[in-house]
């Protein structure tokens, strides 16, 4: 099992409604993709009106990322809205290797 994990910024004031625009944009895509176990999305605040977001999805191998990302998986996807609420681009996602845990997506 794979994580993929993204971070960037944003308002915080925006919270709400960007978690309501990824999750349908790239929350879509990440379930419609065959080798997707799931998806979340996690808020913190910074300070001064400014929020870190992170969307952490698991995947069955790398392989399958390639059907959601691009051959090019190690690069961000984008959406055209996403201007509008990011303060950023990251360029790039991590990538995990899970070993071990428990919950629902824990490995078998």
């Given at each position: ?6 971070t ?7 919270e709400?409604?960007?978690?309501d ?5 790239g ?6 993709t ?17 929020s ?22 190690e ?10 609420f990011?303060l950023?681009?990251p ?9 071990d ?8």
């Amino acid at each position: 099992m794979i994580l993929r994990r993204w971070t960037g910024r944003i308002r915080t004031a925006d919270e709400a409604e960007y978690r309501d625009y990824i999750a349908g944009t790239g929350g879509v895509e990440y379930r419609a993709t065959p080798g997707n176990l799931g998806w979340q999305m996690v808020f913190r605040e910074l300070g001064e009106g400014v929020s870190e977001v992170t969307t952490l999805s698991w995947w069955t191998d790398l392989t399958v990322i390639k059907g959601f990302a691009g051959d090019d998986y190690e690069k961000a996807v984008y959406y055209p809205e996403d201007d509008r609420f990011l303060l950023d681009r990251p360029p790039g996602v991590d990538h995990f290797r899970v070993a071990d845990g428990s919950g629902p997506l824990a490995p078998a």
